[in-house]
């Protein structure tokens, strides 16, 4: 096995003066519409890596979203809404690269704006009285969320240079007929979620171009299908479309074909054999060092059916810090030896709800990273 690298955490206390500072950022002007005045924003001259954006900053931090809060509100599953967010900015790179722009929360659609265009484009509750009207008239939009992509027009000024909007949608409808009573749930048909996502998406590019200031800028829509409630792993985009700056149809969508699979299961069985073999190897390896444990949750992501990331959660009661050390490098080698390097795989070990280490092979690399908490 070869040698591990073990990065500890180490608080430092550094008192003022003892060390240089170092100037880690640039102040630009962001330059807004005529009504509202130009103001100094900051950028990081530092990035974590090409395949992230460059955030917007003001004096008080990043800049929030004037829609915040809307989202959770909307929204009751975590994971979906991690995958709302992260996959709408993994989506907009095709059309805004990480290398030209920089990202900015939502600042256009304010959260009055957002909760009424979901209330105005699903049935009116109150016309709703029997459960077969719950069941014909399914409440299928949730959220609408908007990313802002700004670019540097001249030296040390930036300004609004693309949207990236992403409506999600319920696969399933869950209802009431009456306080207190049985909950219902009435699935969703794929037809029914894409006729709703794009009457939805000519609605808000409607919004958007009502905006003198947003008339040529350019707008990504994606349709996001949320999982059924309770669900381990998250939903997936569905389709998406890109129109230019000037443009107010929404147009010539395409298919996104992704996947969230949780493994064990019959699903990643039936869908991806061999992986889930691999996957079931590696927890025998595992129960051989520790064969009293039973926790392990894997989510695999799929694109075009070719894994593309995979991240294992190891659940395990540990007594020293030397066994976490050792149960660690005995991990680091079952992922060198198991695992090859056409997709990034992440492995957590925790104990008592409290992370241990994090073992990190990025797709492409010969040798995983490590930490030890």
Known sequence: ????????????????????????????????????????AIVPRHNISEEHYKTI?????????????????QISNRLDIDALETGLQRHSKEFFDPESYYFQAGQYLDK?????????????????????????????????LEQNYLKEEK??????????????????????????????????SDKEILAVGQKT???VLKEIRSNEALQNVPVMIALYREEKSGSA??????????????????????????DYILFPSSEAEEKHFEDSQ????????????????????????????????????IPIQFYSKTEVIGFTQYVYGLVMEMFNKGYTIEVKIHSNNKPESLIVKKRGEEEPSVHIY
């Not at 979901?118 to 009116?124: M, R, S, Y």
């Not at 590696?282 to 995979?310: A, C, Q, T, W």
Request: glycine share 8%.
């Open 57 to 73: 900053l003001t004096e008080d931090g990043p800049k929030k979203a004037k829609a915040r809060g809307a989202l959770t509100r």
């Open 278 to 313: 691999l996957i079931g190897e590696f927890r025998n390896e595992v129960s051989k060092y520790f064969p009293n444990f039973v926790g392990f949750v894997g989510e695999g992501f799929y694109v075009e059916d070719k894994l593309r990331e995979i991240s294992i959660e």
């Open 1 to 40: 096995m070869r040698k591990l690298h073990v990065l500890w955490m180490i608080t430092l206390l550094v008192l003022s003066g003892c060390i240089p500072v170092y100037d880690n950022e640039e102040e630009i002007v962001q330059e807004n519409s005529k009504e509202d005045k130009n103001e100094t």
């Open 233 to 258: 792993v998250p939903g997936d985009f569905v389709k998406k479309t890109y129109v230019k700056g000037g443009s107010a149809t929404a147009s010539g969508w395409k298919d996104i074909n992704e």
């Open 155 to 188: 030296e040390g000024v930036v300004k609004i240079a693309g949207i990236s909007i992403g409506i999600a949608l319920k696969s399933t409808y869950s209802f009431q007929t009456e306080i207190g009573g049985p909950t219902y749930d009435e699935e969703v």
């Open 201 to 203: 998406a000519d609605r």
């Open 112 to 144: 009055n704006t957002v909760l009424s265009l979901i209330d105005g484009l699903n049935p009116n509750r109150d016309k709703l009285e029997k459960e077969e009207d719950y069941r014909e008239n399914p409440r299928v939009l949730s959220h609408i």
